[in-house]
Nanobody, 119 residues
């Protein structure tokens, strides 16, 4: 299974970016998809999660500014980021809990995409 991310870049404070992450490979279903981020010198932290039914969970720091969504038919998850702040600067990683036909669930990570917000 591979996760390929896109959409990162440099944006001014107050701007917007949209991240995408497409999963491919031996996939029976994807239970949960999510986005995490890691800033320099800090631990990786949860940004947002979404399950197959569309239920979502957000970090307090991004509530009201970020929106996670998914297209189950395309095995793709999106992160719409609005009102970006310099403190949102980090490498953003996509994560997926993938279930194979043998009903074995495994966690996969994307390669990460840099988001830089200038003040």
């Amino acid at each position: 299974v591979q996760l390929v991310e896109s959409g990162g870049g440099l944006v001014q404070a107050g701007g917007s970016l949209r991240l995408s992450c497409a999963a491919s490979g031996s996939i029976f279903s994807i239970n949960v998809m999510g986005w995490y981020r890691q800033a320099p010198g800090k631990q990786r932290e949860l940004v947002a999660l979404i399950n197959t039914g569309g239920s979502t969970n957000y970090a307090d720091s991004v509530k009201g500014r970020f929106t996670i969504s998914r297209d189950n038919a395309k095995n793709t998850v999106y992160l719409q980021m609005n009102s970006l702040k310099p403190e949102d600067t980090a490498v953003y990683y996509c994560n997926a809990i993938v279930q194979t036909k043998m009903l074995i669930a495994t966690s996969y990570w994307g390669q990460g995409t840099q988001v830089t917000v200038s003040s």
